[in-house]
């Protein structure tokens, strides 16, 4: 049995969910057991079954190229989707609206010169290695001593990650940041909703707390944050098939692979494409909609 939920980015007329209620009636090679609305105004949920269900993700794929209004469809084994022991974060873009580096480029002057270089990292048209490398390198000789503070003081937290993260803490879900950026802000993050674990990159400081250019330690890239989320599931004996990965970059891509579900929100196209689900909504309380619960159920989760 599978679910199948569709996700408004705004309000669905009544004529979109006559629409809806026409395409997974005809145009999947799927059975309607029952239906269900989540949210009256935006949320269409269906209970399905299928003997080919790579058949129908591979249509509903297709067909979310072309949605008009725009919403997002959610495919995904029924039993399975309210069973999450775990949840790792990608930061910037995600639970933050910033990219980390980028603020620091613009506390020293360099933003242009260090946004082309992030843009193409988290599009996957550079290593991510070499791109932190070479944008680190040029941040060479800024003063650290005060940098962080007057960086976390610039952070804003994604908007609606706060009641997201309280409802994972009420279920018990276990919850961590794994970010490409680095740890002073991470480890804000962290403190600031409540997560369990926080990973980032560490900055070098030389003898005058300026910033050497360098990294210390290992690289958290894409092979580093599954690597993370796999040893997080190991320490509290959590199966990696209830783990669910959240992210915008290609480098989010591999610990969505090791983990059971993967939400590419607001993502790059590459990432869209090779997700196994995507949320292009406002607001990270919808991933509360993928799992199954009602907006009454949220309300009280959130609260």
């Known amino acids: 049995m599978y679910s199948l939920t569709f996700i408004a980015h705004d309000t669905l007329a009544p004529q979109d969910h006559v629409a809806i209620d026409e395409f997974v009636s005809s145009s999947l090679d799927a059975t309607v057991v029952a239906k269900k609305l989540l949210s009256p105004d935006r949320v269409v949920d269906y209970l399905v079954e299928t003997d080919v269900p790579a058949l129908v993700l591979e249509l509903i794929k297709k067909k979310r190229r072309t949605l008009r209004p725009p919403y997002d469809i959610i495919f995904q084994l029924a039993e399975l989707r309210r069973n999450k022991k775990l949840f790792i974060f990608d930061m910037d873009s995600t639970l933050i609206y910033q990219e980390v580096i980028d603020l620091i480029a613009a506390y020293a002057d360099i933003e242009d010169r260090v946004a082309e270089i992030t843009e193409r990292a988290m599009n996957g048209d550079l290593d991510f290695n070499e791109s932190l490398r070479e944008r680190v390198l040029l941040l060479k000789g800024i003063d650290a001593s005060t940098l962080w503070d007057e960086l976390k003081a610039k952070l804003r937290v994604t908007q609606t990650a706060p009641g997201l993260c309280r409802a994972l803490r009420k279920l018990g879900v276990v919850t ?70 959240v992210g915008d970059g290609a480098n989010d891509l591999k610990m969505m692979s090791v983990a059971g579900w993967g939400v590419a929100w607001n993502a790059k196209p590459k990432v869209q494409d090779e997700a196994p689900c995507c949320l292009n909504t406002q607001s990270l309380q919808d991933i509360l909609y993928i799992m199954g619960y009602t907006d009454d159920e949220i309300a009280e989760l959130i609260a």
């Open 176 to 245: 961590g940041v794994c970010s490409g950026g680095f740890i002073p802000l991470a480890a804000h993050i962290k403190e600031q909703l409540g997560l369990d674990y926080a990973y980032a990159n560490t900055l070098g400081v030389d003898t005058k707390c300026r910033l050497d250019g360098t990294t210390q330690g290992y690289v958290v890239n894409g092979e580093k944050k599954a690597e993370l989320l796999l040893e997080i599931a190991a320490k509290h004996g959590i199966d990696p098939s209830t783990a669910v990965a």
